[in-house]
């Protein structure tokens, strides 16, 4: 019966079919055990060993939904802010769990939370969305039949039986709703990091901190115990709730890197990384008009500028496509120039051929296609191809014959004009004469 139950619930699970994540009782977890053994060499070295185990929601005494397999029972409260259910969205099949030990590194205070003892022992339950939409790690107190020695280190700890249930107190959880972040340059977006502690006025200690090439650098930190903060971008006041997010200033390329959010609560430690990834898109350009007019022979250089864009990579083509083709062809004469960097951190790039048309070429629509990281699709910019037939030396004699032809035509014309003015001229004066000479007689 438990191993057709278990099946079943893998694939409603799979499915998403379960419904919210806050109203289910139990999920598949992985549990990562840390052993570590010297080599040959003598040096120190981390073994993983993974099981299946199912953590499981309710009150203290519920029995497992699977007995034969390992169950850490999660005690919660209505209402409770520890309950990691409620902070997380999504269908259950999108969620990842993974349960570790925690180690307080020798640290021996005693956790202010209710029902705390000095030999309870730590496990975190680390609760991801596979899209990434958040990541939760939650710390569960258990209280071990058989008290630990302080002094050992999470090695030496009691072994977890093959079907041992283990109840367990959520008392601190850390999460953020923005495991990855892309901002374009200039913006100033809001890195989200929020914790719950089971106590009021924790001893508390919040730092962020920039990760870049393994160098760390800090950017805030707030001490309840001196109330004093130092840096800017977290709200001192959004803290008392729980509200850790970080305001950036306006980006620039060097914004980029890992953004550590810390959470520090005596003797427990949690945190979220967030990465912040800039992308700035290309502004994409041509140097010459949506219709190119060219006579046939005539050389142009034809250029697609791609400018400002960040990062580096950037992929630019020149396509070409007759009304009568179904697919484009890409053109395999185009050059690149070299990778121009700017002040602010930006890149161009320049992609461009030389057209030497015949008129066969005429009616080609010419695309520039460019694709970036920062682009959901491709930046595309055409112009159209024209192309006018040049005149032969038959053509150019015919029109030089012609225009003489015309030439002498315009020229007898004239001749006969004025001949012809000439003589109407004439024909006046002797006609005067006559008429003189008939009047004296």
């Not at 034809?302 to 484009?328: F, I, K, N, T």
């Not at 030439?407 to 003189?436: N, P």
Request: charged residues 20%.
């Amino acid at each position: 019966m438990t191993v057709l139950k278990y099946i079943l619930f893998i694939g409603l699970f799979s499915t998403g079919v379960l419904g919210s994540v806050e109203g289910i009782r139990w999920l598949p977890c992985q549990l990562v055990e840390e052993f570590f053994h010297r080599n040959s060499e003598g040096h120190l070295e981390t073994s993983f060993h993974h099981r299946d185990v199912f953590l499981q929601f309710g009150k203290t005494g519920d029995l497992p939904e699977f007995p034969e397999a390992v169950t850490f029972l999660v005690t919660v409260h209505a209402g409770s802010k520890m309950d990691m259910r409620h902070y997380a969205d999504g269908d259950p099949g999108d969620l990842r769990c993974e349960i570790r030990r925690y180690s307080t590194a020798g640290i021996q205070v005693l956790w202010k939370g209710p029902e705390a003892q000095e030999d309870d022992v730590w496990f975190t339950c680390a609760l991801q969305h596979s899209q990434g939409l958040f990541s939760i790690t939650t710390f569960l107190r258990h209280r071990p039949a058989t008290p630990p020695n302080p002094q050992d280190d999470i090695n030496k700890w009691s072994p977890i039986g093959e079907r041992e249930t283990l109840s367990t107190t959520a008392v601190m959880l850390v999460l953020t709703r923005s495991p990855a972040v892309t901002s374009a340059l200039m913006r100033d977006p809001t890195l989200h990091c929020q914790f719950a502690v089971d106590h009021k006025q924790p001893d508390l200690t919040v730092e962020w901190r920039l990760q870049k090439h393994s160098e760390r650098k800090k950017l805030y930190s707030f001490s309840s115990r001196s109330g004093t903060s130092e840096g800017r971008g977290v709200s001192v006041r959004g803290l008392s709730n729980g509200n850790a997010s970080l305001l950036l200033p306006p980006t620039t390329t060097a914004s980029e890197g890992i953004y550590i959010c810390s959470i520090y609560v005596p003797p427990l430690y949690g945190s979220q990384d967030i990465s912040l990834q800039i992308l700035e898109s290309p502004r994409v350009s041509l140097n010459v008009g949506p219709t190119l007019q060219l006579s046939e022979g005539e050389s142009q250089k034809v250029v697609c500028d791609a400018e400002g864009y960040y990062p580096l990579d950037v992929q630019m083509e020149w396509l070409r496509q007759h009304q009568s083709q179904r697919l484009p062809e890409i053109l395999k004469t185009v050059l690149f120039s070299s990778h121009r960097h700017h002040p602010g951190g930006t890149y161009s790039l320049s992609a461009f051929f030389f057209l030497q048309p015949t008129a066969r070429d005429s009616g080609y629509t010419y695309t520039c296609r460019t694709s970036h990281a920062s682009l959901r699709t491709p930046i595309r910019k055409s112009f159209t191809l024209l192309v006018t037939e040049s005149a032969s030396w038959t053509d150019i004699i015919c029109g030089v014959g012609m225009f003489a032809f015309v030439g002498i035509m315009i020229y007898i014309l004239l001749v006969m004009l004025r001949y012809l003015h000439r003589a109407k001229k004439e024909s006046k004066v002797s006609d005067t004469v006559g008429i003189i000479c008939y009047f004296k007689l």
